[in-house]
Each structure stands twice: as structure tokens, then as C-alpha cells.
């Protein structure tokens, strides 16, 4: 089976979230047998191709593409808004888009829904982002490197969230909090992969400026494992996902997850994680270390079916079936 894995992560797309899935998803299928994969491959003769963006490159490369084509749906209409600008535009696209592909991977069910409801005739299969749970774990060593190097006291409590700097990942609640909670770190990881066309890029950039001494932005950095180990608590005030791949990653490395109250959260993550609907709440969790402790001891069990060797063993099983069929 030759299978091609095509994501746009070059430069500032590297770290955005499908083009992490992608990588995570392609360098396990290559472990699998009878598996033959490749990444950003523009020529080659392969049984399927699976498309995890669809920007310029993508549907210039889905042109010459011969054998299935398959799109995991890791963007819908609805997480572009308070994300990028133009998304009213944008979202028109989608439809037309997704029905140049034979097959849509879906990766929660409210993103099946919603593409179900966009183009009801092409089939689709749910199968969750998984991650490298051998990674995404624990480290002394890891978090006394990250805490080192942003100057960071190993006692001192470091809350972290991780995502774009845009109004629906909830970065305005983010610097509210922190503005609350002087005594305590809050670290923000990523950046802006669209630049100056992420939504409110300008306004952010200056509030950045006023923020206090407890508050970090660290960008994008290599090793994001460093972060986890490095952080006490994990806060995700995003207002729309299509999953929350790194609320994944956070229970897996043992982090409490406070995150907001959002019917995708509830539908995925249950009660593996803690849930606010308004800023009081959020800080009363910040706060309550009982509710904290019990949410990080069940943490990393709970990600056991989000494990990218599994993950990866049902996308071989589709592309098997649709590659016969």
C-alpha cells in the first residue's frame, strides 16, 4: 500500500495544529506493515493520498493526484471565526472544497456533524488526532530546562495554555486571569501562523506590551513537550475546536486541564477535564488545588484511546477498504 501524506507545514504553518497531527499520524504509519508512506510527495504513483490542509499547494498538488484522495477535516467554517480575517468569506469555500475529495476524515463528532451537514454526499469516517503518548509525558529534566530558561522558580505555580494568539483561542480571558492572579506565572506558547491576517493581530500585539511580569509568551518553540513538563496547570479558554488536540497532549503529560465550557469539549473530553463558563469560574478553579489534584491523577489514563499507534492502525484499515473498494 503506497500511501502519500500531503500538509502544508512549511515556515509559520509548521506548528499549527493539523501539521502536527499529520507528522505524528505519518511517522507511525511508517512503522506499520505493508505500509509504504511518503510526505509532500509531488510525484509518485500511490495508492491514496491524504490531504490534512487545503490551501494553494494542496489543490494545486490535488490536480495531478491520481488514486484516492482523502481530507482529514481538522478546519471547519465554524473555528474560523475570531480566528482569521475574511473568514465570512473563507467559509464559503468549504463545500466546494470538500467535494473534490473521495473520502472525509472526520475527527470529533460535532466536526462530523457539521461537515455532514456541509456535504452530506461524501462519505466519512470519524477517527480522532492521536499523539505520541511515550512523548507527551512527564520530565524532571524537561521541566527544570524550560522553567531555566524563562526564569521561571522551580515552586513558583506556572498555568500555560497553547495555541494561535487569536480572539477564539481565548487570549483575551487568558490576559484577564493572568492580570488576577499576580502571584502566578501564565505562559502562552504560539504565535500567529497567518500573520497579519490572524484576527485582531494588532490589538493583541499590543496587549502583549502591557502585560505584567507574570505573563510569558514564549512563540513557537521545538521541544513542546519542555512546556508541559514545566507547567502546573493547562488552561484552554478557546471558544470553538473541531477536537482540542492539545488538551490531549496536556492530560497526557499528567497536567489538570481547565478548559472552557463548550459542547465540543463536553462531547470529547467529558469529565476528564474541568470546565468554566465565565472568568469567576476560571479563577475559582485556578484556585481550588483539591478539584486540581483530582482532575491531574486521572489526567494521563484518560488519553489511553488517543494513543498515535492505534490511531494510526484505523487510518491503515481505511485506506485498506477505500483502496479496495
Partial sequence: MKVNIFVEDFRFLRYIGCATAARTLYNHLARLPDMEVSRNLYHGDFDLTHYHTFGPWAMYH???????????????????????????????????????????????????????????????????????????????????????????????????????????????????LADQHPDTTWVWVGGFPYGTLSKDYAKIQMQKTHSHANVIFTGVIDDISRAYSGADVFFMPSHAETFGLVIVEALSAGLPVIARDIFEFREIFGDSVLFFGDLDEARALVNDDAALHRCAARARKSTENYDITLIAQRHQQLYRELIEG
Fill in 62 to 176: 490535488l490536480k495531478f493526484t491520481e488514486g484516492v484522495k482523502v481530507l482529514t477535516a481538522h478546519s471547519t467554517p465554524r473555528v474560523n471565526e475570531g480566528n482569521v480575517a475574511f473568514s465570512k468569506r473563507i467559509n464559503t469555500i468549504y463545500p466546494k472544497i470538500y467535494r473534490q475529495f473521495d473520502h472525509i476524515i472526520t475527527i470529533s463528532e460535532p466536526c462530523h456533524r457539521e461537515t455532514e451537514q456541509l456535504v452530506p454526499e461524501v462519505p466519512k469516517t470519524l477517527i480522532p488526532n492521536g499523539i505520541d503518548r511515550a512523548y507527551f509525558k512527564r520530565d524532571k529534566k524537561k521541566r527544570k530546562s524550560f522553567r531555566d530558561e524563562y526564569e521561571i522558580e522551580p515552586g513558583q505555580r506556572v498555568v500555560l495554555s497553547v495555541g494561535q494568539q487569536t480572539p477564539r483561542k481565548g487570549i483575551y480571558d487568558f490576559f484577564k
